[in-house]
């Protein structure tokens, strides 16, 4: 049995403090960046910009934010993973994270670099931003419950 009182972030609670900030501005970084993108999917921005101008400029740093948020998250779930992963809410969040991260490489990243309509354009950005705010919201309800 995993005992979690001799978890690193347990026993230190400044560590535990400061995985939490790598975890919230790692979000904010990777899904403001997706974000991004999927606004100017809606046409919101300066048209000169193009979706997959904006995408091949945010690539790295989203990737670096969802690294970061991934493995933060999953350090700060090992503190009591058992509460963690057998919570509805958090299951939520954890389903939205992953549903995320496949729509975003495979059908999103596809969208913005231009090879379909506008009008898929605007649909994918909108499920983006729907699975995105789920993954947020579902972190934020979990911490108030």
């Keep these: 049995m995993y005992d979690t009182s001799t978890n690193f972030l347990v026993v230190h609670e400044w560590a535990y403090g400061l995985t939490e900030i ?6 904010a970084l990777s899904i403001g960046l997706i974000a991004l993108v999927d606004l100017r999917l809606l046409g919101v921005g300066p048209r000169e910009v193009t ?4 995408l091949r400029a945010t ?34 969040k954890l389903t939205a994270v992953v549903v995320g991260l496949i729509f975003n490489y495979a059908l999103h990243n596809r969208v913005a670099r231009g090879a379909y309509s506008p009008a898929a ?13 789920t993954a947020v919201f579902g972190g934020i309800f979990y911490a108030f419950t």
């Design 22 to 27: 790598a975890h919230i501005l790692s979000l």
């Design 51 to 54: 979706p997959a101008r904006l």
């Design 59 to 92: 690539a790295i740093g989203t990737v670096i934010g969802l690294v970061t948020a991934v493995t933060s998250g999953l350090l700060i779930a090992s503190t009591d993973p058992v509460r963690y992963f057998n919570h509805p809410t958090m299951r939520l």
């Design 121 to 133: 354009g605007r649909i994918v950005a909108v499920l983006s931003l729907a699975v995105w705010t």
